[in-house]
């Protein structure tokens, strides 16, 4: 009996070993599933942070000169009001006049991002804020470009309109490469005239002013929050970056 006992014993050793090695090989197969998980990921996010980085210096201009423009025909509205006929636009403002039906869309594309959602691994991401981000600005980018277009539509080329109270002209010369330019002239006595003008105008600045908080610069506040998301995920800090 000692030796039949001897011999269960062997086996149940023999088979704790072999479930031991079984558990062993799979911790070993998830561990190296998760590594490579981990490091396509890493990969998706670093090169989706490259991006964000560089379509944020791209829109840095197009959020100064909106809001300037934005600016600067709510200065040429209260000048209009004025009933001071001695007042007078500046020639930036001229030009602001005639280029207030002109809403373009700035550049929103991340293409890691679009790859990540159309490809149904956004899942994969293991931050559920990140997630949310990246889903949060493909979704207002979209929302932004319908509400642009639709504004654009609505706008009035001014200068089209009213070519008695606004001239515009381009101007390139040759030195200036690359460059040219549209320029306006009008005279404040003249508009503030014509009631017609003044409403077309005002629903235009109306409309240029959505067009710049709740268009251009909302989806530059959405990447800018992306961008807090990935650096706090991939443990980037551009203070040190910057100070070495």
């Known amino acids: ?15 704790l070993i072999m479930v031991f090695g079984v558990y062993i090989g799979l911790q070993v197969q998830d561990w190296a599933v998760e590594k490579k998980r981990l490091s396509t990921e890493r990969q998706y996010l670093e090169r989706l942070h490259d991006e964000v980085e560089q379509l944020s210096t791209t829109r840095e201009m197009y959020d100064e000169t909106r809001e ?13 009001d004025n009933t001071d006929l001695e007042a007078a636009l500046s020639d930036e403002q001229c030009r602001n006049i005639a280029h207030s039906s002109f809403t373009t869309i700035p550049p929103a594309e991340l293409p890691s991002a679009t ?30 470009r319908d509400l642009i277009t639709t504004l654009s539509e609505s706008s009035v080329d001014l200068s089209r309109i009213y070519p008695e ?12 490469r690359d ?34 908080d709740r268009g251009v610069l909302a989806v530059s506040q959405k990447l800018a929050e992306l ?13 040190a970056k910057e100070n070495n």
Not at 186 to 196: G, K
């Open 68 to 80: 300037n423009m934005s600016q600067n025909m709510l200065e040429a509205i209260q000048i209009l």
């Open 227 to 239: 961008h807090n998301e990935l650096d706090m995920t991939l443990d980037i800090n551009h203070t």
């Open 165 to 176: 109270l606004i001239q515009t002209k381009v101007n390139h010369q040759d030195y200036w």
């Open 179 to 212: 460059t040219i330019t549209l320029q306006a002239t009008c005279s404040a006595s003249e508009l503030r005239t014509n009631q017609a003008f003044i409403n077309d105008f005002n629903a235009n600045v109306y409309m240029y002013v959505i067009y710049t």
């Open 115 to 144: 790859e990540l959602i159309s490809s149904g691994r956004l899942d994969q991401i293991a931050s559920s804020s990140l997630r949310d981000s990246i889903l949060s600005y493909i979704q207002d980018a979209a929302r932004v």
């Open 1 to 15: 009996s000692r030796g039949l006992g001897d011999v269960y014993k062997r086996q149940f050793l023999d088979f």
